[in-house]
Structure formats: structure tokens, C-alpha cells
């Protein structure tokens, strides 16, 4: 558990710093696009609104279902693994620690195997979609 502590203090640290530098980033990215539109800009522009569209489809929703199936379907593979090469380690209170650090390896490898594949199959549903859109 103290493992896992350290993973998400470090995580946390890495993504604030993180966010702090694109704030100040993005923030003279728009002060420049600003001052190169500036005088482009009149009162007119603004009459309809601004209306921002950047495709009509998004991909967002079928790239998190793949990776949840895939996580789901690795999660399965990984409890059937398990179930067939280590059974001890459902009936047995006192597995040794041999067996506890395999399951541990077995289920972590088949979950980021199944959310991998899931993502790759999201890309290849977003890349047909694309084609046949062109």
C-alpha cells in the first residue's frame, strides 16, 4: 500500500506542476493570438456570436467504452489464468507469497493487455470512420 502512496503523491506533484505550466503557457499563446487579431476584430464579428465546431463526431465516448471492455475482458482473462494455473490460490487461506506476487503479475499484465487492445480497437473504428467520412 505505502507503494502505491508514493506512485499517486508523485502523480499528483507531476500533474499540478504540470497544469501550472500549460495555465501560463496557454495564457500567452492567447495573449499573442489576441494581439494578432486585434485589429482584425470589430464589433460586427461578434454580432451572430461565435460559434466553435471542430467535427461532428466524437470519438471520446467509443475510445473510454473500448478501454473499459478491455480492461473488463483482461480482468476476466486474468481470474481464468489464475483459475487454471494456480487454483491454491482460491481455496487455500495460506498460499505462499510466491503464488500471491504471480497472481499479482498475471492480473496486472492481462488488465494492461486488454486496455491496450481495447485502445487499439477504438483506433481503428476512429480511422474507418475518418475514411469513410473523406
Do not use: W
Not at 508514493?6 to 489576441?34: D, Q
Not at 473499459?68 to 482460491?90: Q, R, S
Request: proline share 2%; with cysteine; hydrophobic share 45%.
Amino acid at each position: 500500500m505505502n507503494e502505491l502512496m508514493v506512485v499517486a503523491n508523485v502523480a499528483i506533484v507531476f500533474g499540478v506542476i504540470y497544469k501550472l505550466f500549460e495555465l501560463y503557457a496557454g495564457r500567452k499563446e492567447r495573449m499573442l493570438l489576441i494581439e494578432k487579431l486585434g485589429d482584425r476584430l470589430t464589433p460586427e464579428t461578434f454580432k451572430n456570436g461565435i460559434f466553435y465546431r471542430p467535427s461532428l463526431f466524437s470519438f471520446g465516448g467509443l475510445r473510454l467504452g473500448c478501454l473499459l471492455i478491455g480492461l473488463g475482458l483482461g480482468l476476466l482473462i486474468g481470474y481464468t489464468i489464475v483459475g487454471i494455473t494456480l487454483p491454491e490460490y482460491f481455496y487455500d487461506e495460506h498460499y505462499n507469497r510466491f503464488v500471491g506476487s504471480t497472481v499479482s503479475v498475471i492480473y496486472g499484465a492481462s488488465v494492461l493487455l486488454g486496455g491496450g487492445t481495447g485502445l487499439v480497437v477504438a483506433y481503428i473504428i476512429e480511422a474507418k470512420q475518418m475514411n469513410k467520412k473523406k
